[in-house]
């Protein structure tokens, strides 16, 4: 699968399963959504107390695994994870990239204080994803096409 095609995929599918590597080495993973940037990284909003968090801290690579809502399609990115910081105050950097994740996913917020300081509350940060590795299957082969492989 080209990676181009996995990061289209991505743009039009944003729930997926984040992929983390825990420290004995087994995944974890997480349900969450996600949006993908003009700049082909991947975003995901995240609390610094959870498991995934640390397991990006320790070790800063993930699998994102998008699936179209029928289930018959799917494309898993894997690359480096850069972690922003964590939310601390309602007019930093990191509450201005979630504002722009949200707007990304849902339109305008209602009460953008209220959703800042929700976010610092909350402790979030983004995940930002950089694919450099996909794999899936993004149409099934034709019936003929694969009995013909089967041979």
Do not use: C
């Amino acid at each position: 699968m080209e990676l181009s095609d996995a990061i289209d995929f991505a743009r039009t599918n944003r729930s997926s399963v984040l992929t983390t590597i825990r420290g004995n080495g087994l995944p974890q993973l997480s349900n969450v959504v996600h949006y993908v940037g003009d700049d082909h990284i991947i975003r995901i909003s995240i609390t610094a107390g959870r498991a995934k968090y640390h397991n990006l801290l320790r070790r800063p690579w993930a699998a994102l695994h998008v699936t179209r809502q029928d289930f018959f399609a799917y494309a898993v990115l894997e690359g480096a994870v850069e972690l922003s910081p964590v939310a601390t105050r309602p007019d930093d950097d990191t509450v201005g990239e979630l504002i722009t994740y949200y707007r990304a996913l849902s339109g305008e917020h209602e009460d953008w204080d209220a959703y800042r300081a929700a976010m610092v509350t909350e402790r979030r940060a983004v995940v930002r994803l950089t694919p450099d590795r996909a794999y899936g299957m993004l149409s099934l082969p034709l019936r003929g096409e694969a009995e013909e492989e089967n041979r």
